[in-house]
């Protein structure tokens, strides 16, 4: 079965700090691995994935993370946050292993607030 | 802009309506999905549609009736529901096959409140 950990549940940066969201997953295959940002009464936005092939991947609003498989982590980051990143955010992992229907799994989430 | 629209995006019903939410997406997705995610919770799965055929349901109680009338189409019916089942209602569609890495598309969601 596939488990995502998401270390700390609210995150508190200041505007142009560096901004790092932790997640640890476990999976019996080599996963598939997401990031979705949740702004308030909103639906879910992907911000980046991994699928195969270069472990750094960026994605949008200058966001990116890292692949470490001898970690097993997806670790989130941003070199300078906006006071726009304000959101909460999801990792969540795919197993490649499932049948045509995969089920993501979500971590908990973590909430991040941005302080002028 | 999302590409998979929700309607209505706020519902509010009694415990003896029935009422109906509706997602429809036209990326040619063929794998369509209902969550509900409680307030500072991550979305929890109810039911995936694969080819308009329901191939997963969560053990979801049956107040909740999802439907696919077509590829583009999902709606979820809405019965005797409680006022525990107020939530974000939120639709995804992802691709099928040997394209599908598990990205999920979503929509705005529709925010119910039962009274």
């Known amino acids: 079965a596939q488990s995502v950990t998401q270390l700390g549940s609210h995150v508190s940066v200041s505007e142009g700090a560096l901004v790092l969201l932790r997640c640890n997953y476990s999976?019996?295959?080599?996963?598939?691995l997401f990031w979705y940002v949740q702004y308030p009464n909103q639906g879910l936005q992907l911000l980046l994935k991994?699928?195969?092939?270069?472990?750094l991947v960026k994605g949008i609003n200058g966001f990116e993370a890292e692949f470490k498989k001898s970690e097993t982590s997806f670790h989130l980051t941003k070199p300078s946050a906006h006071m726009s990143d304000a959101a909460e955010y999801f990792c969540?992992?795919?197993?490649?292993?499932?049948?045509?229907?995969?089920?993501?799994?979500f971590g908990k989430g973590t909430l991040l607030t941005v302080n002028p | 802009d999302t590409e998979v629209t929700q309607t209505p995006k706020h519902l509010v019903m009694g415990m003896t309506n029935k009422k109906s939410l509706k997602c429809e997406q036209h990326?040619?997705?063929?794998?369509m999905y209902w969550y509900k995610q409680k307030a500072k919770k991550p979305p929890e799965l109810m039911f995936v549609?694969?080819?308009?055929?329901?191939?997963i349901n969560e053990s979801v109680p049956s107040r909740f009736s999802p439907e696919c009338p077509n590829s583009s189409l999902l709606n979820l019916h809405l019965h005797a529901l409680q006022p525990e089942d107020s939530a974000l209602y939120l639709c995804?569609?992802?691709?099928?096959?040997?394209?599908?890495?598990?990205?999920?598309?979503f929509g705005e969601g529709s925010r119910l409140t039962v009274l």
């Open positions: 999976s019996s295959v080599p996963p598939y």
């Open positions: 969540a992992v795919s197993d490649r292993s499932g049948g045509s229907n995969y089920k993501l799994t």
């Open positions: 991994y699928t195969t092939g270069a472990t």
């Open positions: 549609y694969s080819y308009e055929k329901l191939s």
């Open positions: 990326m040619g997705h063929r794998a």
């Open positions: 995804a569609s992802s691709q099928e096959g040997t394209l599908n890495t598990g990205e999920l598309f």
